[in-house]
């Protein structure tokens, strides 16, 4: 997974284990206890998460679990972002 889409996916403000799964690189089932452990916490502090169908937590509390540096994946995905459009230029200035 590039960085950019990476980052659309820790852009959105809720995670379900198929983000979980994509953020962490990892299988459904390490996911879950990614999930439930997170879960555990918020519950913890005395929080509660939305009851849906599908058992979401905030992106936000993922990432610091996961210990993962936005800072970094925000400079990456916009490096990818530039090489990106200035590789589409590239290829438009030599295909004319």
Do not use: Q
């Not at 206890?33 to 936000?60: A, C, F, H, L, W």
């Not at 990432?63 to 990818?80: K, V």
């Not at 590789?87 to 200035?93: C, E, I, M, T, V």
């Amino acid at each position: 997974m590039s960085y950019l889409e990476l980052f659309k996916i820790i852009s959105k403000p809720w995670a379900s284990i198929k983000e979980i799964s994509l953020i962490a690189n990892c299988g459904r089932d390490t996911a879950i206890r990614i999930r439930n452990n997170i879960e555990n916490e918020i519950i913890k502090d005395g929080k509660r998460i939305p009851k849906s169908k599908t058992i979401v937590v905030p992106t936000k509390k993922v990432i610091e679990y996961l210990g993962l540096d936005l800072d970094y994946i925000i400079n990456m995905a916009n490096t990818e972002m530039e090489l990106n459009s200035n590789r589409a230029l590239h290829y438009a200035s030599i295909s004319r």
